[in-house]
């Protein structure tokens, strides 16, 4: 029986299933039985796994947005945010049983330009280099967009790194965020 709260409730279940085993692992079948909701109440809420799928990224992608604003409202100064987002970062990439960052996931199990997975996970990608060069344009260094990418390229080693080495890769990502942000905005 449709409820105002199945769509969230599928959604809840996929984002679960997905984090944890990757997309192509999980069937829908699976998601059925997980969720209890029947085929049809699925098929109700999205056509496909693809339409699925694509509403699992755009949450994960709103999880990104809170984390910036989230990182905006708490530090003070333009630098410390960056070294902020860098350790928040490593606290979603080192949690129990994480697998890095979904969306970065995705995009390796979707390699097709034209897929939708493929295409939200990209759009999403070029949205947070765009966030983290806002972030570096606040700060006083030379050239933010170097600053930005150097950063960027931080949290992705975290997100590849964090879920195999925990605690460790978490810290020396911070530290190198911190050396990173104060030799760029000398």
């Known amino acids: 029986m449709p409820t105002p709260d199945a769509r969230e409730r599928i959604l809840g279940t ?52 809170a984390l910036v604003a989230g990182v905006r409202a708490a530090s003070p100064s333009p630098e410390g945010r960056l070294v902020e987002l860098v350790r928040e970062a490593g606290v979603r990439a080192t949690e129990p049983g994480s697998r890095g960052c979904a969306l970065r996931a995705t995009l ?8 939708p997975a493929h295409r939200v996970a990209v759009e999403y990608l070029v949205r947070a ?9 606040e700060t ?36 190198f965020a911190e050396d990173v942000v104060r030799a760029e905005s000398r």
């Not at 280099?129 to 344009?137: G, T």
């Not at 930005?148 to 931080?154: K, L, S, Y």
């Open 14 to 65: 996929a984002t679960r299933l997905f984090d944890r085993h990757g997309v192509h692992a999980v069937g829908l079948q699976r998601i059925i039985d997980e969720c209890d909701c029947g085929k049809n109440l699925l098929y109700t809420h999205f056509a496909s796994k693809d339409d699925l799928v694509v509403a699992y990224l755009r949450r994960c992608a709103a999880g990104w947005d």
């Open 140 to 175: 006083s260094a030379a050239d933010p967009d170097r600053l930005a990418d150097r950063i960027m390229t931080i949290i992705d080693g975290l997100y590849a790194n964090g879920p195999i080495f925990g605690d460790d890769t978490a810290k020396a990502a911070v530290a």
């Open 129 to 137: 280099r765009a966030r983290l060069r806002e972030l570096a344009a």
């Open 108 to 115: 390796a199990e979707f390699p097709e330009p034209r897929h």
